[in-house]
């Protein structure tokens, strides 16, 4: 499943997923989006640069204020091992089942690179940065 253990993260920038041997694209994006939850838990993100001051004018808190309460967190692109959907999650408070199929066997697109490519299986699966943000 999924790691949590501090890593180099893949952001700012926008990346593509793809194998090196047969070309199979998985995705091209940005890997994480930072948000902040109102009090009924709706998600508000946090666009980078000067979103920090959006989100604390609509939410009336600081960032600081956002953190102590638990109330900030990053969705991450995850991939369904199953289906090639690809969808954005909480990794520490959403389900890791697959939106489209409700399969289990996801993986977050960060562990994903240098993994053998699932379409060919001859490939590895390289993350690319495309675009700085």
């Not at 690179?113 to 495309?130: H, N």
Request: hydrophobic fraction near 35%; glycine fraction near 12%; charged fraction near 30%.
């Amino acid at each position: 499943m999924f790691g949590l253990k501090r890593r180099k993260h893949l952001f700012p920038g926008i990346f593509r997923w793809e194998c090196r041997a047969c070309g199979h694209l998985f995705h091209q994006g940005n890997p994480v989006m930072r948000y902040a939850m109102d009090e009924a838990g709706e998600r508000h993100p946090i666009h980078l640069p000067g979103g920090r001051g959006a989100v604390e004018q609509v939410l009336g808190l600081s960032l600081r204020e956002l953190k102590r309460a638990g109330r900030i967190g990053g969705l991450r692109l995850v991939l369904c091992r199953d289906c090639d959907h690809v969808f954005q999650i909480d990794l520490k408070r959403d389900s890791h089942a697959c939106l489209e199929c409700r399969s289990e066997n996801t993986v977050d697109l960060e562990s994903f690179a240098g993994e053998a490519c699932p379409k060919c299986g001859r490939g590895k699966i390289k993350a690319k940065q495309i675009a700085k943000i």
